[in-house]
């Protein structure tokens, strides 16, 4: 019944810019915190950012704080991460994550950054 859709990964060069989407269904959206992790190849999930439901608070790790945003349409069920100033080290397979009581997770969307 739950489900976080990703959408928007794709190409993009260094210093581009990609915007990711994740919209949820089968669950009161304006309940849960949300967030992005990602996965680089051959390296752990990591955390890079999140939304806090009961305030709107956001969240960054170190590594794109400055260069990524994170937002909320209560109104579309979905959650956006713009990614500017792309870098090598930001290719990874970005998943979206929900999280209250019960944690669910997306698919995954990969972004691909080259030079």
């Known amino acids: 019944q739950v489900q976080l859709v990703e959408s928007g990964g794709g190409l993009v060069q260094t210093g581009g810019s990609l915007r990711l989407s994740c919209t949820a269904s089968?669950?009161?959206?304006?309940?849960?915190?949300m967030a992005w992790f990602r996965q680089p190849p051959g390296k752990d999930r990591e955390f890079v950012a999140s939304h806090i439901h009961k305030d709107g608070s956001t969240y960054y790790a170190d590594s794109v704080k400055g260069r990524f945003t994170i937002s909320r349409d209560i109104a579309k069920n979905t959650v956006y991460l713009q990614m500017n100033n792309l870098k090598l080290e930001d290719a990874a397979v970005y998943y979206c994550?929900?999280?209250?009581?019960?944690?669910?997770w997306g698919q995954g969307t990969q972004v691909t950054v080259s030079s």
């Open positions: 089968g669950l009161t959206f304006n309940q849960y915190t």
């Open positions: 994550n929900a999280i209250s009581t019960y944690e669910y």
